[in-house]
């Protein structure tokens, strides 16, 4: 690797960490009503975050949602064990980075992201989803954390996570479309 590769792996890991944990401020302020357990919603927009980082950024933006994810865990997570943590960082981190390898795998997403549809977005973000739930689930469900009922919590954990991605994804796309519609303007 050159120096230069590693200056713009170290700005991908920075920048996917900073606007993963302001994302996480902005989930926290805007949609705390949305909050089933601590570190589970019924609506999680920051699942947006993951999906785009990894798919743009790939296992630099999953480094750096690990990253942003073990500092919110010790901001939050009372009595943490060390473990718990690194293991729910990491599961918060690489869920998405491990269904995007996936679904490369099975020749669904390019390599090149050419040929993303709404179909394959649907797909990669289902996926995504059901790997952080269950990633996250047993990780809690080993350390017997706030007596996690596995096969209840596992399903408001998904339906947020795939909400939240889908939410984000197709309103980034509306952004990027109106974007395109409207000429920009400099005076």
Known sequence: MTVKNVAEAAVLILLSAVLYWLGYQFEGWLFD??????????????????????????????????????????????????????LTATA????????????????VIASGLSGLTAAVLLQ???????????????????????DVLFWVDVW????????GALVFLYGLKLALLAR?????ILD
């Not at 690489?94 to 269904?99: E, H, L, R, T, V």
């Not at 990669?124 to 706030?146: D, E, P």
């Open 180 to 184: 395109k519609t409207k000429p920009l």
């Open 124 to 146: 990669f973000a289902l996926l995504y989803s059901g790997l952080n739930a269950l990633f996250h689930q047993t990780v809690w469900w080993m350390f017997r954390r706030h």
């Open 92 to 107: 918060s981190g690489f869920g998405a980075w491990i269904a995007l390898w996936i679904l490369r795998l099975r020749g």
């Open 33 to 86: 009503f949305s909050e089933y357990l601590p570190g589970i919603n019924w609506f999680y927009l920051p699942a947006g975050l993951r999906v785009l980082f990894v798919l743009v950024a790939g296992v630099y933006g999953a480094i750096g949602i690990f990253a942003a994810s073990l500092v919110i865990n010790l901001m939050y997570m009372k009595d943490p064990n060390n473990a718990m943590l690194l």
């Open 156 to 163: 408001p954990m998904f339906v947020g996570d795939l909400l």
